[in-house]
Nanobody
Framework: QVELVESVGGLVQAGGSLRLSCVDS????????MGWFRQAPGKERLFVAA????????KYADSVKGRFTISRDNAKNTVYLQMNSLKPEDTAVYYC?????????????????WGQGTQVTVSS
């Protein structure tokens, strides 16, 4: 069983930065692909970023490319999402997800475990 615990999000002004973290309680973290998704009010959950098992491959949604960075520390069973140059349209609940496979996966259907979500609000 895997439990994913995300850090608390927060309220930040447009143009600001925020870093989210997600700790994975599973034994196989260092073998798993990890991802971040987000869901704005009244909208579907969308892909944000993904990273493969060793951090060598990362993928991003076009809307965050160049502003967000996903990374991982396998010694700490933790994946991070550094968010810079935040915009009001980045406001959403952000979810961490774990794929028991090793790849950086864009498709949310392929993830096996999900965190509880953390609210990020960007004010204009």
């Amino acid at each position: 069983q895997v439990e994913l615990v995300e850090s608390v999000g927060g309220l930040v002004q447009a143009g600001g930065s925020l870093r989210l973290s997600c700790v994975d309680s599973g034994r196989t973290f260092r073998s798993n692909g990890m991802g971040w998704f987000r869901q704005a009010p009244g909208k579907e959950r969308l892909f944000v970023a993904a990273i493969n098992w060793d951090g060598g491959v990362t993928k991003y949604a076009d809307s965050v490319k160049g502003r967000f960075t996903i990374s991982r520390d396998n010694a700490k069973n933790t994946v991070y999402l550094q968010m810079n140059s935040l915009k009001p349209e980045d406001t959403a609940v952000y979810y961490c997800a774990a794929d028991l496979g090793p790849y950086a996966t864009i498709d949310g259907v392929l993830y096996d475990y999900w965190g509880q979500g953390t609210q990020v609000t960007v004010s204009s």
